[in-house]
């Protein structure tokens, strides 16, 4: 079992970059661990991942370019960095884990038994 607590939202102007965290109570390479968004009034959204015992990072293809993972190992934190926010990246961002998820399920939220309570982030002019 793992605990996840996101930090780092926020309000921000167009254009402008946060960085979130997502720590876990163990580490962290034991899980595929991932980012989602979820705008208001909408589902959640896969936006980048780190598979389990895999560093190579997987985005939608709406936020290449944009945002970017990486990960502190000692401090069991996955971090992601958004660049270039727009309006539309409105939303809570939750960090989830799972420790037996197949890659063909990686994008969908339902299949995750592990979740942070989510982070706000507001973009505005």
């Known amino acids: 079992q793992v605990q996840l607590v996101e930090t780092g939202g926020g309000f921000v102007q167009p254009g402008g970059s946060l960085r979130l965290s997502c720590s876990a109570s163990?580490?962290?390479?034991?899980?595929?661990i991932t980012w989602f968004h979820q705008a208001p009034a909408k589902g959640r959204e896969f936006m980048a991942s780190f598979k389990r015992n895999n560093g190579n990072p997987i985005y939608a293809d709406s936020v290449k370019g944009r945002f970017s993972l990486s990960r502190d190992n000692a401090k069991n934190t996955v971090y992601l960095q958004m660049n270039n926010l727009k309006l539309e990246d409105t939303g809570v961002y939750y960090c989830?884990?799972?420790?037996?998820?197949?890659?063909?399920?990686?994008?969908?939220?339902?299949?995750?038994?592990?979740w942070g309570q989510g982070t706000q982030v507001t973009v505005s002019s």
């Open positions: 163990t580490r962290t390479t034991a899980y595929t």
């Open positions: 989830a884990a799972d420790a037996h998820l197949i890659t063909s399920r990686l994008r969908s939220a339902e299949d995750y038994d592990y």
